[in-house]
């Protein structure tokens, strides 16, 4: 059985919720990624901040990224996958809500990201083919 902790990327890290997009942005240059998991003063999963969010719901209207922090655009309950779930039910609960990344969790710590571009480099050709056609499809 592969895993979730087999595909993802190792090691992500978090943004405070009390950081700035300032920050977030810095830090997604730096680890060269698109996307942040936030996390709270409780060490809990709060969101997760993309590169997008930051231009459309921030610098496009008109707001300071060193002002606004990343806590504020965190929305909604986020999904995440336990370490040791199967590839399948990953694929299944990212397909199900249209989500293009997910964080990895054990022991209720963020030990990962799973990515479009972590699927592409473990799955089937037809696994990649159902995701992209599920995920992208007209909501």
Same mark, same amino acid.
């Given at each position: ?33 698109? @996307? ?14 993309? $590169? ?11 707001? $300071? ?20 779930? $199967?590839? @399948? ?25 799973? @990515? ?8 089937? $050709? ?7 056609? @599920? ?5």
């Amino acid at each position: 059985m592969t895993t979730a902790r087999d595909i993802m990327h190792a090691g992500a890290k978090c943004i405070n919720e009390d950081d700035s997009l300032y920050t977030a942005a810095q830090m997604m240059r730096d680890l060269e990624v698109g @996307s942040l998991p936030i996390c709270g003063r409780d060490n809990r999963l709060h969101g997760i901040i993309t $590169d997008r969010d930051i231009v459309l719901r921030c610098c496009a209207e008109g707001r $300071d990224p060193a002002e606004v922090k990343a806590g504020e655009l965190a929305q909604g309950k986020p999904y995440w996958v336990d370490a040791g779930s $199967d590839v @399948s039910k990953v694929l299944s609960m990212m397909e199900q809500h249209q989500i293009r990344r997910v964080p990895v969790i054990a022991e209720h710590q963020l030990v990962g990201m799973i @990515s479009e571009a972590d699927l592409a480099r473990h799955l089937t $050709d037809e696994q990649l083919a159902h995701f992209v056609e @599920s995920v992208y499809a007209a909501r």
